[in-house]
């Protein structure tokens, strides 16, 4: 079985075409990129695949189930998408326990290990309106891969990360995907798609190419 | 964890003041004074206007207040999950309905001890006066109806605002909410003909819970002495048939808006 597959995507917004007849399989295990600029469907994508948006057209599967018909929700998942936050008056512990608690399938230590994983301390007393853009990056990562998903899903993973910081994530997702989950990224950092995918693909105007298929990379 | 408690501390103020100044109008009265009338008269009394604008500024706080105040500490319930962290929480429930149900319970369980702890407030502060209890079995009665009528028109309310605010800005639709359910109040102000009267106010779901228009036999024992006209066929019965109608299509909308809504980074 494929993790995801993705049959005739499209999504059209106020009459704009965001995500165009996309067709896509991506095996389970792997680590996919998907690159291109600013407002080219990558996110939309991901949203798409994670059931945040539902589709004008087409049809998502995670893992055999129709996203929005079988399931609202892929049922592994850990995500990271722009502009999402955390409660700012928790610490990060605090943050992640809450998260946990939704689930209850991972215990405090679980918490914890995965707070030390992505280098922060998970007894630091300071709140998550104190941390630093890095540090909210990497509390991002950890509460993503605290429940040990089989799809995680990664909008700009190592934005406002320092270069340890991003190499620790990729280090991470190396682990992940050593453990057997799929991993998709999307970058605009060209490092983070060749270094760490398996397969990468070209996000432009709403439509998706396989990089070196004679749609110039960037 | 900060609000729940500072909305509980409220609770006990609003119910401590409330009764204090209702607790002045009942032990005013020539006879009939009991702590059956001092919880009705709490948070559940409006004047029946009998003059071409009738409004009791008293009557009207005791009467709106609580109410207003829970619905402005409830309004951001939605919105919160899903300005602050939506990605996160909602990904992690089986489903988008779950979501919505997990919270619908969670602001009924707090609106439920909200008001039973004005209610409970209030039978205390009948006690401490020395105000008499006229059956034990009409206390219980009208507390629980107290509790339940207020508790289901406010969470008609405040799942109004959250569904709105899944729309529009939360402190747009916390406005415009509060705006309707205050106009909605105009009934028990503005004088009409009897039956346009009668039925603008059985319909409307704001003034549900004015026990004392209510034609109940149970209360016409405590409101008849008291000498404010119930309205024919206006009884609990009717209320909780109203009320249970509104949550209804409530819940149903909200569950709806909450299937289909999209997240993406419109505010959040």
Request: aromatic share 10%; with cysteine; hydrophobic share 50%.
């Given at each position: 079985?494929?993790a995801?597959?993705?049959?005739?995507?499209?999504?059209?917004?106020?009459?704009?075409?965001?995500?165009?007849d996309?067709?896509?399989?991506?095996?389970?295990?792997?680590?996919y990129?998907?690159?291109?600029?600013?407002?080219s469907?990558?996110?939309?994508?991901?949203r798409?695949?994670?059931?945040?948006?539902?589709?004008?057209?087409?049809e998502?599967?995670?893992?055999?189930?129709?996203?929005g018909?079988?399931?609202?929700f892929p049922?592994?998942?850990?995500?990271?998408?722009?502009?999402?936050?955390?409660?700012?008056?928790w610490?990060?512990?605090?943050?992640l326990?809450f998260?946990?608690?939704?689930?209850n399938?991972i215990t405090?230590?679980?918490?914890?290990a995965?707070i030390?994983?992505?280098?922060?301390?998970?007894d630091?007393?300071?709140?998550y309106?104190?941390?630093?853009?890095?540090?909210?990056?990497?509390?991002?990562?950890?509460?993503?891969i605290m429940?040990?998903?089989?799809?995680?899903?990664l909008?700009?993973?190592?934005?406002?990360l320092?270069?340890?910081?991003?190499?620790?994530?990729r280090?991470?997702?190396?682990?992940?995907?050593?453990?057997?989950?799929?991993?998709?990224?999307?970058?605009?950092?060209?490092?983070?798609i060749?270094?760490?995918?398996?397969?990468?693909?070209?996000?432009e105007?709403g439509?998706?190419?396989?990089?070196?298929?004679?749609?110039?990379?960037? | 964890?900060?609000?729940?408690?500072?909305?509980?501390?409220t609770a006990?103020v609003?119910?401590?003041?409330?009764?204090?100044i209702?607790?002045d109008?009942?032990?005013?009265?020539?006879?009939?004074?009991s702590?059956?009338l001092?919880?009705?008269?709490?948070?559940?009394?409006?004047?029946?206007?009998?003059?071409?604008i009738?409004?009791?500024?008293?009557?009207?706080l005791?009467?709106i207040?609580?109410k207003?105040?829970?619905?402005?500490a409830?309004?951001?319930?939605?919105?919160?999950?899903?300005?602050?962290?939506?990605?996160?929480?909602?990904?992690?429930?089986?489903n988008?309905?779950k979501?919505?149900?997990?919270?619908l319970?969670?602001?009924?369980?707090?609106?439920v001890?909200?008001?039973?702890?004005i209610?409970?407030?209030?039978?205390i502060i009948?006690?401490?006066?020395?105000?008499?209890?006229a059956?034990?079995?009409?206390?219980?009665?009208i507390?629980?109806?107290?509790?339940?009528l207020?508790v289901t028109?406010?969470?008609?309310?405040?799942?109004l605002?959250?569904?709105?605010?899944?729309?529009?800005?939360?402190e747009?639709s916390?406005?415009?909410?509060?705006?309707a359910?205050?106009?909605?109040?105009?009934?028990a102000i503005?004088?009409?003909?009897?039956?346009?009267?009668?039925?603008?106010?059985?319909?409307n779901?704001?003034?549900?819970p004015?026990?004392?228009?209510?034609?109940?036999?149970?209360?016409?024992d405590?409101?008849?002495p008291?000498?404010?006209?119930a309205?024919?066929?206006?009884?609990v019965?009717?209320?909780?048939?109203v009320?249970?109608?509104?949550?209804v299509?409530?819940?149903?909308?909200?569950?709806?808006?909450?299937?289909?809504v999209?997240i993406?980074?419109?505010?959040y």
């Amino acid at each position: 079985m494929m993790a995801v597959e993705i049959y005739h995507l499209t999504k059209i917004i106020r009459g704009r075409t965001i995500l165009n007849d996309i067709t896509l399989e991506l095996e389970r295990g792997k680590i996919y990129g998907f690159f291109g600029r600013n407002a080219s469907g990558k996110t939309m994508l991901f949203r798409a695949i994670c059931g945040l948006i539902k589709p004008t057209r087409g049809e998502v599967r995670v893992f055999g189930k129709r996203i929005g018909v079988d399931v609202s929700f892929p049922e592994s998942l850990g995500l990271i998408i722009e502009n999402v936050g955390f409660w700012e008056q928790w610490t990060g512990f605090q943050n992640l326990k809450f998260l946990a608690s939704i689930k209850n399938i991972i215990t405090d230590e679980d918490i914890r290990a995965a707070i030390r994983r992505v280098g922060l301390d998970p007894d630091d007393k300071r709140i998550y309106g104190k941390y630093s853009l890095g540090m909210k990056q990497r509390l991002g990562i950890a509460q993503a891969i605290m429940e040990k998903p089989q799809l995680i899903v990664l909008d700009e993973p190592t934005n406002s990360l320092d270069e340890e910081g991003v190499g620790l994530v990729r280090n991470i997702l190396l682990e992940e995907k050593g453990r057997g989950a799929t991993i998709l990224i999307a970058s605009h950092i060209k490092e983070d798609i060749d270094l760490l995918c398996d397969e990468k693909f070209k996000v432009e105007a709403g439509r998706i190419y396989p990089a070196g298929s004679g749609v110039k990379d960037e | 964890m900060i609000k729940k408690v500072s909305v509980f501390i409220t609770a006990v103020v609003i119910g401590v003041l409330s009764s204090l100044i209702r607790l002045d109008f009942i032990t005013n009265l020539a006879e009939g004074a009991s702590i059956e009338l001092l919880v009705m008269f709490t948070a559940n009394f409006l004047p029946y206007p009998e003059e071409k604008i009738t409004f009791e500024l008293i009557a009207s706080l005791t009467y709106i207040a609580p109410k207003l105040y829970i619905l402005i500490a409830f309004g951001d319930f939605f919105y919160d999950d899903f300005r602050i962290s939506s990605v996160y929480v909602f990904t992690r429930k089986d489903n988008r309905v779950k979501w919505f149900l997990d919270k619908l319970f969670h602001i009924l369980k707090h609106l439920v001890l909200y008001f039973a702890i004005i209610t409970a407030v209030s039978v205390i502060i009948g006690f401490a006066n020395n105000l008499p209890v006229a059956s034990v079995q009409g206390l219980l009665l009208i507390s629980s109806i107290c509790i339940l009528l207020n508790v289901t028109v406010t969470l008609v309310f405040v799942l109004l605002i959250n569904v709105l605010s899944l729309y529009i800005s939360c402190e747009m639709s916390l406005f415009l909410t509060l705006l309707a359910y205050v106009f909605a109040h105009l009934p028990a102000i503005v004088k009409r003909s009897d039956p346009v009267q009668h039925l603008l106010i059985k319909l409307n779901p704001v003034l549900q819970p004015v026990l004392p228009w209510h034609d109940d036999g149970f209360l016409l024992d405590y409101i008849q002495p008291l000498d404010i006209p119930a309205i024919p066929g206006f009884n609990v019965y009717w209320s909780f048939l109203v009320l249970g109608a509104y949550l209804v299509l409530a819940v149903f909308v909200g569950i709806r808006v909450v299937k289909t809504v999209e997240i993406t980074d419109r505010n959040y």
